[in-house]
């Protein structure tokens, strides 16, 4: 695999997140381990950040996204922090949230894999599930507990749970708040692969690696055609029609069909 020069380095304007970059790869870990990452305001809104700020860095091919330490992905939203809300401000919460952080990272054109390694509830496995993809460790716990506190997912976990598992299932783990073990996030579909801890990160840094040998553009255009069937009002088959019109006018779909016919490996200059 060709990687461009490596180049790294550290966000040190955030307090909750850490954001590392190497080898076309954006590593986002969620950092308040005392607190199993639970998703607070500040740490929503430098999420939200760092997530632009990859998406628009021309280098970043792939985004990770993980929990630091060994126990949680993101232990949910950071109950102390709604537990005296009233109906509008509990309903402006999950609005706010959804818009700046779990609707755009699944719409971000840079695709977002979620390393599950520990427990992902509530907030946490809504935020799992707006990324493209998961994979997770085999200490992994999922659930979606909110009506355990009288509330609901509402960071679009209602949404997208029965979009990937099925209704059936997802009413089951919302109905009861059980947490699953990552076997079973395995059999659901909840996760693509599951792998022992340590070998999670350099999982996710292979397939996000496989990804980087594509066309970035097509990529960015094939992940709108794929969350376009699953808006209200859109045709996904319509928009896949416009998105793979859009990847003749690029430099990347001349790269790629000349390299087929060329015989050699494509290498695209993502525009
Ligand atoms: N919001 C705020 N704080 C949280 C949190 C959350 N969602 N989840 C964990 N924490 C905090 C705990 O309050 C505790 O803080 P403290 O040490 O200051 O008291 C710290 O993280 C460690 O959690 P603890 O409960 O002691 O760990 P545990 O191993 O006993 O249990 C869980 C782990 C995940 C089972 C448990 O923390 C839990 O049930 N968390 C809430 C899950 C949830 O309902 N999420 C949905 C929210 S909408």
Redesign the pocket.
């Known amino acids: 695999m060709r990687f461009p020069p490596s180049r790294k380095f550290n966000c040190m304007s955030y307090n909750n997140i850490l954001s590392e970059s190497q080898n076309g790869i954006t590593t986002l870990t969620i950092n308040r381990p005392?607190?199993?990452n639970?998703l607070n305001k500040v740490t929503i809104e430098e999420l939200h950040d760092a997530f632009a700020k990859a998406d628009q860095d021309p280098s970043t091919k792939a985004i990770i996204l993980t929990g630091s330490g060994e126990k949680a992905f993101v232990?949910?939203?950071?109950?102390?922090e709604f537990a005296d809300f009233d109906v509008a401000e509990g309903a402006n919460l999950a609005r706010q949230g959804q818009e700046i952080l779990f609707d755009f990272v699944e719409n971000l054109g840079t695709p977002v894999i979620a390393a599950v390694n520990g427990?992902a509830?509530?907030?946490g496995l809504e935020l799992a599930m707006s990324a493209h993809f998961r994979i997770a460790s085999d200490n992994a716990r999922m659930g979606l507990?909110?009506v355990s506190?009288g509330v609901i997912p509402g960071y679009g976990g209602t949404q997208r749970l029965p979009q990937l598992i099925g209704k059936g299932r997802a009413m089951e783990m919302i109905m009861t708040a059980g947490m699953i073990d990552a076997n079973t996030a395995l059999e659901y579909g909840l996760i693509n692969h599951l792998v022992a801890q340590e070998e999670l990160l350099p999982l996710a840094e292979k397939l996000a690696g496989k990804i980087m040998r594509n066309s970035s553009v097509a990529i960015a255009e094939a992940i709108g055609a794929v969350n376009a069937g699953y808006k209200e009002g859109v045709n996904g088959f319509d928009a896949e029609i416009a998105a793979f019109g859009n990847c003749f006018g690029t430099e990347d779909f001349t790269e790629g069909t000349t390299a087929f016919l060329e015989k050699r490996k494509a290498a695209f200059p993502g525009k």
Do not use: N, R, T, W
């Open positions: 005392s607190k199993l639970a232990a949910g939203a950071d109950i102390s427990f509830l509530g907030g507990p909110e506190l």
